[in-house]
C-alpha cells in the first residue's frame, strides 16, 4: 500500500529563509507527483508537477525534486516570504494497475512565516 | 474560466437526511473526482469518472453515489448521513487521469 510521509508536520521561520520541505513515499512505482498549497479554508492549488521520468520542476521561487529510488520529493522554497504560509502537501499519481488518477496524499507541512 | 465550483460552502445535516454536493466545472476535462478530508489524514478518493457516464469507486466509496450525465457536472450524493461522513469535501477535475488535478475550494459538511 502507498504510503505517503511529510516531515516535518510544521515550520516557522522569519521572511527571507530558504526552505525545504520533504516528503516520502513507500512506492517507487509511481506516475508523477504534484505538490498543492492549501490555505486555511480553502481548496488545494496545484504549485508544480514532476513526471517520473524527470528529476526536477521549477516555478518562480518554487523548485521540486523527485528521487524514486530512494522514495523522496522535496519542496524547496527560496526568499520565503509572510504569502507562502501555508500547508503545503504532496500527492503521487500510481502507475498502471492503480486506481485511475487516484493521488495518494501527505497529511502536509503547514508553514508559518513570520516577517 | 471559473475552474473548478462547488455548491454549498458550507452545509449542516442531520442524520439520516439525504443531499447532494454540486461540482462543475468548465475546462473541458474528462476526468473528475471527489476526495474527503480529514483531521489528520490525507485526502481520500471516494469516487472518480473517466467521462461522461463512466463512473467508478475511490477508496471510501460506502455512503456515497455518483453520476455523470454530462462532461461538466459531476455531483456527489448522501444518501442517509451520518456522523462519520462530517469532513470537508473536495472536487477535482484534470484533462486525463495522469494529468496535472485542478481542486474546487471545498464543502464543509457536518452531520449532527
Known amino acids: 500500500k502507498q504510503e505517503v510521509t511529510q516531515i516535518p508536520a510544521a515550520l516557522s521561520v522569519p521572511e527571507g529563509e530558504n526552505l525545504v520541505l520533504n516528503c516520502s513515499f513507500t512506492d517507487s512505482a509511481i506516475y508523477n507527483l504534484q505538490w498543492f498549497r492549501q490555505d486555511p479554508g480553502k481548496g488545494l492549488t496545484s504549485l508544480l508537477l514532476?513526471?517520473?521520468?524527470?528529476r526536477e520542476q521549477t516555478s518562480g521561487r518554487l523548485n521540486a525534486s523527485l528521487d524514486k529510488s530512494s522514495g523522496r520529493s522535496t519542496l524547496y522554497i527560496a526568499a520565503s516570504q509572510p504569502g507562502d504560509s501555508a500547508t503545503y502537501l504532496c500527492?503521487?499519481?500510481?502507475?498502471?494497475?492503480?486506481?485511475?488518477?487516484?493521488?495518494?496524499f501527505g497529511r502536509g507541512t503547514q508553514l508559518t512565516v513570520w516577517p | 474560466n471559473a475552474g473548478v465550483t462547488q455548491t454549498p460552502k458550507f452545509q449542516v445535516l442531520k442524520t439520516g437526511q439525504s443531499m447532494t454536493l454540486q461540482c462543475a466545472q468548465d475546462m473541458n476535462h474528462e476526468y473528475m473526482s471527489w476526495y474527503r478530508q480529514d483531521p489528520g489524514m490525507g485526502l481520500r478518493l471516494i469516487h472518480y469518472?473517466?467521462?461522461?457516464?463512466?463512473?467508478d469507486q475511490g477508496e471510501v466509496p460506502n455512503g456515497y453515489n455518483v453520476s455523470r450525465s454530462t462532461t461538466e457536472d459531476f455531483p456527489l450524493r448522501l444518501l442517509s448521513a451520518a456522523p462519520s461522513q462530517t469532513s470537508v469535501y473536495f472536487c477535482a477535475s484534470s484533462l486525463g487521469d495522469t494529468d496535472t488535478q485542478y481542486f474546487g475550494p471545498g464543502t464543509r459538511l457536518t452531520v449532527l
Open positions: 500527492a503521487f499519481l500510481g502507475d498502471r494497475g492503480s486506481t485511475l488518477g487516484r493521488l495518494y
Open positions: 514532476i513526471q517520473s521520468s524527470q
Open positions: 469518472s473517466v467521462g461522461a457516464g463512466i463512473t
